[in-house]
């Protein structure tokens, strides 16, 4: 129960509270909102400017909710076809489905409506490159460790789902764009062993394109998976909330501790300011910056292909990967194998689940069951950012093969060409990327390294008695030295010696042999540069009096 002070008047008797005051005794009473608010409105979270990009991604999703409950009011999904008899004048008389019918309405004869087509395309090309730039944030920084784990399934499962969500919005409006994608979807069903005919069937309602799979992608689109990910973005916020955001390492920010601003009014605040924000860069993007003008593209018709017809960026990485394959195929028992899409269309999620069970392979291999609450500069932790590295030149190599059309129409190379140097990059990048990445961060540590024992340079060049020049440094406040610091260097796994005191041979299983090599290669001996030491700087400085 809520405690209040009642006031009194001039002449002794009790004030009746006011309207408000009682909704809100009212509303305390019933849901604890002043006990649950008084306990976590001042709740301390750090702050840092990366954080922003998970704000982002709430707010284009929260922008696509808003957008789309309004596009679904004058949305038709269906696949019967009618002759088109609306305001633009060059499709008169042309047969289209209804779907494709009340999106050109929308756009044209709808109040706002292109607007808000527009501001909805928009928000979900945001949305997704915001989770995969926030995931990345994450994944950087290692604020995937303990206890954070689970909150990284989720996110990852929010990057999968958007994904999903943006080719089903993408293919509702049944334009020669968007039928083209889902010819290329069904071709890529057809080619499962097995079931792959009976799914396609299933999913289309018969022979493609058939009069079903419009309205089923529409329920999928806006109840199903929308749905799930409004669930799981409550779960990730609740954790959020929970455990708050991890901290960049510096005085007086431990494991056990929090420094930063209170939730309200501090946060409350910037996040309001921010949300519209975003909404506002949005709303320009979509009143400026035109996206699938679908009454230019035309209806979807199974007998033509659009040229330099390209699905939107995210999914660019999986059509790449078909667009690159070779074309094989087996012939067996009267069945054709097309190897050529199947295992490009099963590498796809392979290559994303990686990323997913990163954070599990690394607290395997260094058997670090600790909780993490300090990030990590990308640089000290040189095994993982050339991973995560690696792993983004890949996703970039195929984007590039899925518009290799477009890159030999607008460049003037042959498509074969690009092809073959997709195909050969998809190989030699990634460990390239590796390799030059692994070496930019360990240059970075030996800078580290010589600012804090030397400082920071000053640009003053100094000449000495007996004629030589140095260049004066400025030391460095003691709060920057422990910030280039306070960083953890693991050490390695080891298995131990292979035989006991008495010569017999131990049995090491396999997976600790695993473990120690896959230890030894991302911790091992010249995968670090050993931080300085308080000995190695006092030798420094009690010299002959320039560092």
């Known amino acids: ?31 604890g909102i002043h006990t649950l608010g008084k306990s976590q409105l001042r709740k301390v979270f750090p702050d840092h400017w990366s954080f922003m990009f998970g704000e982002i991604c709430l707010y284009s999703f929260l922008i696509l909710i808003l957008t789309g409950v309004w596009l679904t009011l004058f949305f038709e999904p269906s696949g019967m076809e009618v002759e088109y008899n609306g305001t633009y004048e060059p499709l008169k008389g042309v047969l289209v489905t209804r779907a494709y019918e009340s999106t050109v309405d929308i756009s044209m004869e709808v109040r706002g409506g292109l607007l808000i087509r527009q501001i909805h395309h928009w928000a979900a090309l945001v949305f997704v490159a915001g989770m995969l730039v926030h995931m990345m944030r994450v994944f950087f920084t290692g604020a995937f460790r303990k206890p954070r784990e689970l909150n990284w399934l989720f996110g990852w499962t929010l990057l999968m789902l958007g994904l999903i969500t943006g080719l089903t919005g993408y293919s509702l409006p049944d334009d020669l764009l968007s039928g083209t994608g889902v010819r290329f979807a069904q071709g890529a069903i057809l080619s499962i062993p097995v079931v792959g005919t009976y799914l396609s069937f299933f999913l289309f309602g018969g022979e493609f394109p058939g009069h079903d799979i419009i309205p089923r992608l529409f329920a999928v689109h806006v109840l199903l998976l929308p749905g799930i990910m409004l669930g799981l973005v409550v779960a990730h916020l609740i954790l959020v909330f929970y455990h708050k955001h991890t901290q960049f390492a510096g005085p007086g920010r431990s494991e056990r501790n929090v420094i930063g601003a209170p939730f309200f009014p501090v946060y409350v605040a910037k996040a309001g300011g ?52 070779p074309s094989w195929e087996i012939d067996a028992w ?40 300090i990030a990590d500069r990308p640089r000290n932790a040189p095994a993982r950012t050339s991973f995560g590295v690696a792993w983004l030149s890949l996703y970039g190599v195929l984007m590039v093969g899925g518009g290799n059309d477009i890159w030999a ?38 800078r580290d390294r010589a600012k804090v024992l030397h400082g920071r340079e000053s640009g003053v060049i100094k000449r000495l008695p007996h004629g030589e020049y140095v ?7 003691q709060a920057e030295r422990y910030t280039l610091t306070a960083h953890e260097q693991p050490v390695p796994f080891e298995v131990g010696p292979l035989v006991d005191a008495n010569g017999v041979a131990r049995k090491v299983p396999r997976a600790d042999r695993l473990r120690a090599r896959l230890s030894r290669a991302m911790y091992g001996p010249g995968t670090q540069v050993p931080k300085p030491t308080a000995q190695e700087y006092r030798q420094v400085h009690s010299g002959d009096g320039h560092p």
Request: proline fraction near 8%; aromatic fraction near 14%.
């Open 334 to 373: 009267g069945h054709t194998l097309e190897l050529g899409v199947f295992i490009p269309f099963a590498l796809f999620p392979l290559i994303m689940m990686v990323i997913a069970a990163y954070p599990f392979v690394e607290a395997w291999v260094t058997k670090d069951r600790r909780e993490h609450h």
């Open 274 to 325: 921010f949300f519209f924000l975003v909404f506002g860069v949005l709303a320009l993007m979509g009143a400026l910056a035109t996206i699938n003008p679908v009454w230019a593209l035309g209806p979807y018709r199974p007998d033509l292909v659009g040229t330099g017809a390209q699905p939107d960026w995210y999914l660019g990485f999986s059509e790449g990967l078909i667009r690159v394959m």
């Open 471 to 477: 260049e004066v440094h400025q030391p460095l406040s």
């Open 1 to 31: 129960m809520s405690e209040r002070t009642q006031d009194h008047g001039q002449d002794g008797r009790p004030t009746p509270p006011a309207k408000g005051e009682r909704l809100a005794d009212w509303a305390d009473g019933r849901l």
């Open 409 to 446: 129409t607008h460049f003037h190379l042959s498509i074969n060409a690009i092809t073959w140097f997709v195909r050969i990059a998809f190989f030699v990048v990634p460990p390239l990327a590796y390799a030059v990445t692994y070496r930019v961060c360990l240059g970075l540590q030996r």
